[in-house]
């Protein structure tokens, strides 16, 4: 295994029949990077994730994933990869030590009974670990799932959606662990619907209609999009913000409690549209633009152009 | 290439005990339907049938024949409906169905008997159904042994023991020594074999896929070899179970004799076994969904019941029919189990029945094997 980088792939693409689902996607992940990975629903995450790691045969594109060949090595990548699912897909009918304990044998990993043993103390399960893993609640199932993904330390981590139901004590660890494990030299690949975890990656891609829209750290994303945001404080926002909509210049109106955020990249056509409805019971400042307002940005501006 | 290996075998194998084991009803199936199939067919067969309508045709009155006829009514197995006076009346009777038995007792019996000349009484039976008279049968030959003792006293007494005072006689009409639990019972073992062991590991796989387990299976570095062996093993188990429970059942239920080797049986049964086990992984590998290989499967055990001599003699069977029925493992096994329980055949006279089965294994693990997908496309 030689190079910096743990994930090189260029112009991946799938299509399910006639539906193109991963579009000539390039994507370059480090060794030991946190790497975020987002977009809607059904813009092809899933699917890029499952030809990473020989799930899925992309219909074209190259490029290698651990050093090993995406094509023709997929079992030399098994072996080094942990793959979290997005659905959860270990074996309900068996107990959580059991479900540790087969994938740590599938892998032959040394030492298998204080694997699993450091495993459930870990997880916090050493007491639970004859429940069923039917039994768990959906948070307890992502944990065992990533911590049966890791039971063979693993080179890179794939994570589809690990903490969705996940609660936000759990996800701070969770995070916590990943950032440690990352310290150590492991590469994740994560997806996420959360912003608050997208800015926990090193760097992200955003996907959208399986076009890779966006990427880079997430300063650079932000800066990217162009995106000029106006933050309005005051009185009656919901009628100001259907007063708003439909202007030129005006991209989106989101409401954020007490603060309405007006964005849209033509800075000077965003500033004409303010100035027609501006008044004085409102403070308005010209803002940051978060990463929420890029990606929504960017997934509007997709609509337009793929969909 | 990365290698089939035993680690990971082993840890498919486990899986899939814990799994069984925790699966409670379909186990209990799997021992239920031998069980339940064998009742049904015990009803069938009805091995000790009693009060079978008889008719005497008694050319002699004396003692010794009253004391027999008497012996005969209070056995239970024979109810006296008719006397026939002559032969062709007491043919007539049977060619009927009036009675099951003709009881002919000649002219000079009594004459003979102390004479020591050993008379011979004719039990005549209608064996269109030998399990039925079977039973009854077996009795008369009991009686006819010793219902004399105590009449036979004095100078006499040197008449009792063997070989008998008297020689009975039986002649079965119409189906002579066609001996239906000894056809069944050992048949019977091959047919839930083929039902239970085909369909659970139809199952086998396409479960994996319905409950989404697949993906995380599919992405380990499991070789398709490792899981197929890994889900035949332990059903190979399961179907030794099933033997076993039939052939006790055979032995202590239907007194079908176990003429030949048991070793050799057992031997063969894992060939049986596996090939059955292989057919319904293969049938796992093509299948959607659950449903379809359960469809699948019972698509399998149609013609295997059917043109396997299981129903129907394989003999009467038009030749396409034998020509399927030759390829399906269980026609070769019904064979290989009727030798060995019934005609005590060894290695060497089983053999040819051996290839066809080895065949068909090697050809359906092949299929399986190829079949499996290693991705979700
Ligand atoms: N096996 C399949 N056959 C046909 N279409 C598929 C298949 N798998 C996925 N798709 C389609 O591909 C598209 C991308 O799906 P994918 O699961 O990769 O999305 P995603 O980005 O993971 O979405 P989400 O955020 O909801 O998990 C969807 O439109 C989906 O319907
Ligand atoms: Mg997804």
């Known amino acids: ?307 | 290439m990365p290698r089939f290996t035993f680690h990971r075998l082993w840890a498919i194998v486990l899986k899939e005990f814990i799994q069984m084991r925790r699966d409670r009803v379909t186990f209990g199936m799997m021992v239920g339907i031998p069980l339940l199939q064998l009742m049904l067919f015990g009803f069938a067969i009805n091995s000790d049938p009693r009060h079978l309508p008889t008719a005497l045709r008694l050319g002699d009155q004396g003692p010794y024949v009253r004391t027999f006829v008497a012996a005969l009514r209070q056995s239970d197995y024979f109810t006296v409906v008719r006397e026939a006076a002559t032969e062709a009346e007491a043919a007539q009777l049977l060619q009927r169905g009036e009675v099951q038995f003709v009881i002919n007792i000649p002219e000079d019996f009594t004459r003979r008997l102390l004479r020591g000349e050993r008379p011979t009484i004719l039990l005549e039976a209608d064996a269109t159904d030998p399990a039925a008279t079977g039973p009854a049968v077996a009795a008369a030959r009991v009686l006819a042994g010793n219902v004399f003792d105590r009449d036979l006293q004095g100078p006499l007494v040197a008449l009792r023991g063997r070989p008998g005072p008297v020689d009975l006689q039986v002649h079965a009409h119409y189906n002579p020594e066609n001996i239906t639990q000894y056809n069944i019972v050992p048949g019977l073992m091959g047919v839930v074999l083929t039902m239970t062991m085909v369909v659970i590991t139809a199952l086998a796989i396409t479960r994996e896929r319905e409950r989404g387990t697949m993906e995380n299976l599919l992405a380990t570095p499991v070789r398709p070899a490792e899981v197929m062996v890994g889900k035949i093993i332990p059903y190979i188990i399961v179907g030794y179970i099933q033997v076993t429970l039939i052939l006790l059942a055979a032995r202590f239920l239907f007194q079908v004799p176990m003429v030949g080797s048991l070793p050799l049986l057992y031997g063969v049964a894992f060939l049986f076994i596996t090939a059955s086990l292989a057919v319904g992984v293969t049938f796992s590998t093509l299948a959607q969904n659950q449903l379809q290989a359960v469809q699948m499967a019972f698509f399998f055990f149609l013609p295997s019941i059917l043109l396997s001599g299981f129903m129907f003699p394989f003999r009467g069977m038009p030749e396409w029919a034998q020509w399927i029925g030759s390829i399906l493992p269980l026609t070769h096994f019904l064979r290989i189990v009727r030798g060995i329980m019934l005609k005590g055949s060894d290695f060497a006279d089983i053999a040819p029945e051996l290839w066809p089965l080895l065949l068909f294994l090697a050809v359906a693990m092949a299929i399986g094997v190829k079949r499996y997908r290693q991705t979700l496309d």
């Open chain 1, 1 to 307: 295994m030689t190079g910096e980088l743990a994930i090189d792939v260029t112009g991946v693409t799938k299509r399910f029949g006639a539906k193109t689902v991963v579009n000539q996607v390039d994507l370059q992940v480090r060794r030991g990077e946190i790497y975020g990975f987002l977009g809607p629903n059904g813009s092809g995450k899933t699917t890029f994730i499952r030809m990473l790691c020989g799930l899925l045969i992309p219909d074209a594109g190259r490029g290698t994933c651990l050093g090993f060949d995406v094509l023709t090595q997929q079992a030399e990548i098994k072996r080094q990869v942990g793959y979290m699912t997005q659905r959860f897909s270990y074996y309900e009918d068996l107990s959580i030590r059991e479900n540790l304990d087969f994938i740590a044998r599938i892998y032959a990993v040394p030492d298998r009974r204080a694997a699993v043993d450091r495993s459930l103390e870990q997880l916090g399960l050493a007491n639970r670990s004859h429940q069923l893993a039917g039994q768990l609640s959906g948070g307890w199932k992502q944990r065992l799932a990533l911590a049966a993904s890791l039971i063979h330390t693993p080179q890179l981590l794939l994570l589809d959606e690990p903490t969705a139901g996940v609660d936000p004590k759990a996800r701070r660890e969770f995070w916590d662990e990943i950032h440690r494990l990352a310290a150590t030299g492991l590469t994740v690949l994560i997806t996420t619907h959360y912003m608050d975890e997208a800015e926990r990656c090193h760097r992200l891609a955003y996907l959208a209609y399986g076009n890779l829209l966006a990427r880079g750290t997430v300063a650079e994303v932000v800066a990217s999009a162009r995106l000029t945001t106006w933050i309005v404080r005051g009185p009656e926002l919901a009628a100001l913000a259907d007063s708003l909509r439909g202007r030129p210049g005006v991209e989106q109106v989101v409401a954020f409690g007490n603060t309405l955020h007006v964005s849209g990249r033509d800075a000077a056509l965003l500033a004409a549209a303010v100035g027609a409805v501006r008044d004085s019971r409102h403070t308005w400042t010209l803002g940051q633009a978060g990463l929420e307002d890029v990606f929504i940005g960017l997934m509007d501006a997709a609509r337009d152009n793929f969909a």
